[in-house]
T-cell receptor, first 112, second 118 residues
């Protein structure tokens, strides 16, 4: 079983829609979680960090459910510029030398 | 703050040659840097973890003699792809971890290097 699993999509939504991505992780001891966005042929860019139950930043809300071991990302009022691949990332900490575990990414396309 | 640069941003080389990619943390010290590879439509694959002043830790299946990593200072790590072949063509991305930072696990990514081997 992979450390982090997420639905690859693609998700195709109209502008203004609300879209949610879910992600599950296998290591119950994971300390923190991140959502990165990656545009085509570019590096991942940090979108949100999640250290406790959740985080909100404008139109973006991330929620963490440790009991069920899943993290979600909600995007409200989608913009064309939100089109990208969203990567769910877990950080186990401990003896893992600081490495991150990436999901395969969920592709989002927002159409006008 | 927390900017990571990579050089070159793209490179085309002939099969059999070696290519060196540099990763620098510009405004912070990074005791640990990570090297990833990403093929089209796939997620990032960790190749190795590079710690300043010590040997890199390679992921299973990554040839350490082919992908040479040197982390000589707290702000610079290099990846050398030796005797490159067309199958090594990929997007190579480094990231740096802020030493003692307040946000556990947070890493900062370089802009990536696109390698094409002909």
């Amino acid at each position: 079983r992979k450390e982090v699993e997420q639905d690859p999509g693609p998700f195709n939504v109209p502008e203004g829609a609300t879209v949610a991505f879910n992600c599950t992780y296998s290591n119950s001891a994971s300390q923190s979680f991140f959502w990165y966005r990656q545009d085509c042929r570019k590096e991942p860019k940090l979108l949100m960090s999640v250290y406790s139950s959740g985080n909100e930043d404008g139109r973006f809300t991330a929620q963490l459910n440790r009991a069920s071991q899943y993290i979600s990302l909600l995007i409200r009022d989608s913009k064309l510029s939100d089109s990208a691949t969203y990567l769910c990332v877990a950080y186990p900490g401990g003896s893992t030398l600081g490495r991150l575990y990436f999901g395969r990414g969920t592709q989002l396309t927002v159409w006008p | 703050g927390a900017v990571v640069s990579q050089h070159p941003s793209w490179v085309i080389c002939k099969s059999g040659t070696s290519v060196k990619i540099e990763c620098r943390s510009l405004d912070f010290q990074a005791t640990t840097m990570f090297w990833y590879r990403q093929f089209p439509k796939q997620s990032l694959m960790l190749m190795a973890t590079s710690n300043e002043g010590s040997k890199a830790t390679y992921e299973q299946g990554v040839e350490k003699d082919k992908f040479l990593i040197n982390h000589a200072s707290l702000t610079l790590s290099t990846l050398t792809v030796t005797s490159a072949h067309p199958e090594d063509s990929s997007f190579y991305i480094c990231s740096a971890r802020l030493a003692g930072g307040p946000k556990p696990g947070e890493q900062y990514f370089g802009p990536g290097t696109r390698l094409t081997v002909t």
